[in-house]
């Protein structure tokens, strides 16, 4: 059986009940929003974002949006679009739908 941990909540950040987005990074670079990543307010969605990334990563074995530079996988993560059709048949599709 494999058990699956996430962890790494140093950069956690509990919002108030009344707070809608925050705003400044979070998080390491590779895995943030591209709402993050351009510096705009965020929410919890930006969880979601990460998660989808780790998910891929796990699934395929490498980050759907890493360049060969910093600057590159930033904008990567900004401009970019996933096409999902490449990955179709590399995984399930109960597992292709769960991350798109």
Request: contains cysteine; neutral net charge; aromatic residues 12%.
């Amino acid at each position: 059986m494999m058990r699956l941990k996430v962890i790494d909540f140093n950069v956690a950040f509990e919002m108030m009940p009344n707070q809608t987005s925050i705003t400044g990074p979070q998080g390491k670079s590779t895995y943030r929003s591209p709402e993050m990543t351009s510096d705009f307010p965020y929410s919890y969605q930006t969880d979601m974002w990460s998660l989808g990334i780790i998910l891929y990563q796990c699934l395929l074995g490498k980050h759907p949006l890493l360049g060969k530079t910093f600057d590159q996988t930033e904008n990567n993560i900004i401009f970019k679009k996933i096409d999902w059709t490449k990955i179709k048949g590399n995984i399930s599709d109960i597992a292709l739908d769960f991350i798109t």
